[in-house]
């Protein structure tokens, strides 16, 4: 069964600051990677969606990156600011599995003013 | 452009009432999903459909019906609530197949209290 693993749990960072959240798979049979936030009370909003075949996906301040062979994928945040604090999840779509969806525990991210 | 909505987005119930959770998608979406978010739990997978008269079992389907009678609409009925059922519930969309891989759509959310 596909696992997704996200580590860390929670991230303290300075406004201003570059970061990395990761997150690990571990069956490389997937169709595609997305990342989302999760501000506390709210729904889940799509970030960046990596189809199987692709390498990395930007939007804004964001970067996804995608190595399946090694069943990593991470997002990179540039210069943080206090509005990024949120919930950061990762989830997975089998490949065979097409009606599965796998999601990771996520990554609580607080940026400091 | 509405997306997925859900409603309510608040309940609280008593123990051992029924209840139906709406969620209806305009997107034209094969496949849509409920989970359900608890502390520590992360989102866990309560029941699928794949498209209009197909519906699965997820992780979590005890205490859960669901039924698709249209492409739009993915109701989520508790048949008798328990206090284990207070969560936050989640409706998602995406499309099924093919090349159209726009990933997972989800709804706002219903926050569910049973007392």
């Known amino acids: 069964k596909q696992e997704v693993t996200q580590i860390p749990a929670a991230l303290s960072v300075p406004e201003g600051e570059n970061l990395v959240l990761n997150c690990s798979f571990t069956?490389?049979?997937?169709?595609?990677l997305q990342w989302f936030r999760q501000d506390p009370g709210k729904g889940l909003t799509s970030l960046l969606l990596?189809?199987?075949?692709?390498r990395e996906q930007t939007s804004g301040r964001l970067n996804a990156s995608l190595d399946k062979s090694s069943g990593r994928s991470t997002l990179y945040i540039a210069a943080s600011q206090p509005g990024d604090s949120a919930t950061y999840l990762c989830a997975v779509r089998g490949l065979y599995n097409f009606n599965k969806f796998y999601f990771g525990s996520g990554t609580k991210l607080n940026v400091k003013p | 452009n509405a997306g997925v909505t859900q409603t309510p987005k608040f309940q609280v119930l008593k123990t051992g009432q029924s209840m139906t959770l709406q969620c209806a998608q305009d997107?034209?979406?094969?496949?849509m999903s409920w989970y359900r978010q608890d502390p520590g739990m992360g989102l866990r997978l309560i029941h699928y459909s794949v498209g209009a008269g197909i519906t699965d079992q997820g992780e979590v389907p005890n205490g859960y019906n669901v039924s698709r009678s249209t492409t739009e609409d993915f109701p989520l009925r508790l048949l008798s609530a328990a206090p284990s059922q207070t969560s936050v519930y989640f409706c998602a969309s995406s499309y099924g197949t093919g090349d159209r891989s726009y990933g997972y759509t989800f709804g706002s959310g219903t926050r569910l209290t049973v007392v």
């Open positions: 069956d490389s049979a997937i169709y595609n």
């Open positions: 997107m034209n979406h094969e496949y």
């Open positions: 990596i189809q199987s075949s692709q």
